[in-house]
């Protein structure tokens, strides 16, 4: 059996250098072995002693933690060990089950450690695995029962991405970082268009690239959901939002770049060089992600002298 064990007594090695604690969580998770008793219990005694760690170090642990094959076995480590509230307070305020209809429904810590495990089988990417860890994290603050005793979470989507944002920035993550699983965490939970032009505009919005992002992790919260015909849906609604979007960033025009003019184009017509041209280049990309106008070069330009 693999077992961590410190060489020397525990409690000075932890007591000397806190972020060790961190370290042995970290190597477990990575590595999948399994930390012995009397280590473990001397890193729950000298847990305290991890608040004179740097948040950058901190933070450089958790981001290796997140990039393990399984990296659940961390975060529970850490919240067995007491770390995970002394560090990530937020995430311990998930824990409790759900009741709804008057049952038992989930626990939402347990549930975002088993979306995080979805979506670490499927890509290495560190700010959709922050994504992940951070996509219900305001449900707490959101909380509300219904007449009929159900759960509702109005508004966690964007409470939430200002919540990881504030977090994100605690531990000093870097901007595309923080600016990516923001971005992923306002929108998770909204619905996708189903029409070219709503599927154009989300393009041009946000990119392919955000997009299948965003299609993966709705796909990791999904699984971790029970299989009823609802969820069966909402899953296939996104399947054919990803089919789509996937042909028509290779063949509609959803940015200025595909127009087939350009603004020397409209001012060889006599549109003056300002505002102006960049106002009229949008309108006829607007009026091309419709449908209400094709992408040439002769009706483009008959339609800007309007």
Same mark, same amino acid.
């Given at each position: 059996?693999?077992?961590?064990?410190?060489?020397?007594? !525990?409690?000075?090695?932890?007591?000397?250098?806190?972020?060790?604690?961190?370290?042995?969580?970290?190597?477990?998770?990575?590595?999948?072995?399994?930390?012995?008793?009397?280590?473990?219990?001397?890193?729950?005694?000298?847990?305290?002693?991890?608040?004179?760690?740097?948040?950058?170090?901190?933070?450089?642990?958790?981001?290796?933690?997140?990039?393990?094959?399984?990296?659940?076995?961390?975060?529970?480590?850490?919240?067995?060990?007491?770390?995970?509230?002394?560090?990530?307070?937020?995430?311990?305020?998930?824990?409790?089950?759900?009741?709804?209809?008057?049952?038992? =429904?989930?626990?939402?810590?347990?549930?975002?450690?088993?979306?995080?495990?979805?979506?670490?089988? =499927?890509?290495?990417? @560190?700010?959709?695995?922050?994504?992940?860890?951070?996509?219900?994290?305001?449900?707490?603050?959101?909380?509300?029962?219904? !007449?009929?005793?159900?759960?509702?979470?109005?508004?966690?989507?964007?409470?939430?991405?200002?919540?990881?944002?504030?977090?994100?920035?605690?531990?000093?993550? !870097?901007?595309?970082?923080?600016?990516?699983?923001?971005?992923?965490?306002?929108?998770?939970?909204?619905?996708?268009?189903?029409?070219?032009?709503?599927?154009?505009?989300?393009?041009?919005?946000?990119?392919?690239?955000? @997009?299948?992002?965003?299609?993966?992790?709705?796909?990791?919260?999904?699984?971790?959901?029970?299989?009823? !015909?609802?969820?069966?849906?909402?899953?296939?609604?996104?399947?054919?939002?990803?089919?789509?979007?996937?042909?028509?960033?290779?063949?509609?025009?959803?940015?200025?770049?595909?127009?087939?003019?350009?603004?020397?184009?409209?001012?060889?017509?006599?549109?003056?060089?300002?505002?102006?041209?960049?106002?009229?280049?949008?309108?006829?990309?607007?009026?091309?992600?419709?449908?209400?106008?094709?992408?040439?070069?002769?009706?483009?330009?008959?339609?800007?002298?309007?």
């Amino acid at each position: 059996e693999k077992t961590i064990r410190t060489p020397l007594d !525990p409690d000075i090695t932890f007591s000397d250098d806190p972020l060790r604690m961190m370290r042995c969580i970290r190597f477990a998770t990575q590595l999948g072995f399994y930390i012995d008793d009397e280590t473990f219990e001397s890193l729950c005694r000298n847990r305290e002693r991890i608040k004179i760690i740097s948040r950058e170090r901190i933070a450089d642990e958790l981001n290796k933690i997140l990039l393990s094959p399984v990296p659940s076995k961390g975060f529970i480590d850490l919240e067995r060990s007491g770390l995970l509230a002394l560090i990530f307070p937020e995430l311990m305020e998930l824990q409790g089950v759900e009741t709804r209809n008057g049952r038992a =429904h989930k626990d939402n810590f347990y549930h975002t450690l088993e979306v995080l495990d979805n979506i670490s089988r =499927h890509t290495d990417n @560190l700010w959709l695995r922050w994504a992940a860890l951070l996509h219900d994290i305001a449900k707490p603050l959101c909380r509300s029962v219904g !007449p009929d005793g159900a759960a509702h979470f109005k508004g966690h989507n964007q409470r939430g991405a200002q919540l990881a944002r504030v977090i994100l920035r605690r531990l000093k993550a !870097p901007a595309y970082l923080v600016d990516g699983a923001v971005g992923l965490i306002a929108v998770h939970d909204a619905p996708l268009p189903a029409d070219d032009v709503g599927i154009l505009k989300q393009l041009n919005r946000s990119g392919a690239i955000f @997009l299948r992002r965003l299609c993966a992790l709705k796909y990791a919260d999904l699984d971790a959901h029970a299989n009823t !015909p609802e969820v069966a849906a909402r899953r296939a609604d996104v399947a054919a939002f990803e089919r789509r979007m996937n042909e028509l960033a290779k063949t509609g025009c959803y940015t200025m770049r595909q127009l087939a003019v350009n603004g020397a184009d409209l001012m060889d017509i006599g549109i003056p060089a300002g505002p102006g041209v960049g106002a009229t280049l949008q309108t006829l990309l607007n009026d091309v992600m419709e449908g209400t106008l094709p992408n040439e070069r002769e009706a483009l330009l008959a339609a800007a002298v309007k």
